[in-house]
Nanobody
Framework: QGRLVESGGGSVPDGGSLRLSCERS????????MAWFRQGPGQEREWIAA????????HYAGSLEGRFTISQDNAGISAQLQMSNLRSEDTGLYIC???????????????????WGQGTQVTVSS
């Protein structure tokens, strides 16, 4: 049974930093795309960033680029999200997603993701 497991969430003060990790296991194939989403209290899920695991190419939601950086240390297996200068509005559940379809299926905010984690909570207090 494949799964994605996020870690690294927690509580930080305004202006703080956190590094989230996502580990993919139990799937027959490595992911071709791994991404991060978040869902704040009472809000819809929002795409943050994605990384094409073969090319290392990254894409970001425009409003978050510069403070958030997606990376990978084991292509198709694990991905990270470095977050800096965090604000109270960044509070939410941060969720990892992936797919192992062909690279032509895209790897950005318009991509359909097949695999989802349970999320890790990030709380930023002012």
């Amino acid at each position: 049974q494949g799964r994605l497991v996020e870690s690294g969430g927690g509580s930080v003060p305004d202006g703080g930093s956190l590094r989230l990790s996502c580990e993919r296991s139990g799937y027959r194939l490595k992911a071709n795309c791994m991404a991060w989403f978040r869902q704040g209290p009472g809000q819809e899920r929002e795409w943050i960033a994605a990384i094409h695991t073969g090319l290392g190419e990254t894409h970001y939601a425009g409003s978050l680029e510069g403070r958030f950086t997606i990376s990978q240390d084991n292509a198709g297996i694990s991905a990270q999200l470095q977050m800096s200068n965090l604000r109270s509005e960044d509070t939410g559940l941060y969720i990892c997603a992936s797919h192992d379809r062909g690279f032509w299926d895209g790897c950005d905010g318009d991509t359909t993701f097949d695999n989802w984690g349970q999320g890790t909570q990030v709380t930023v207090s002012s």
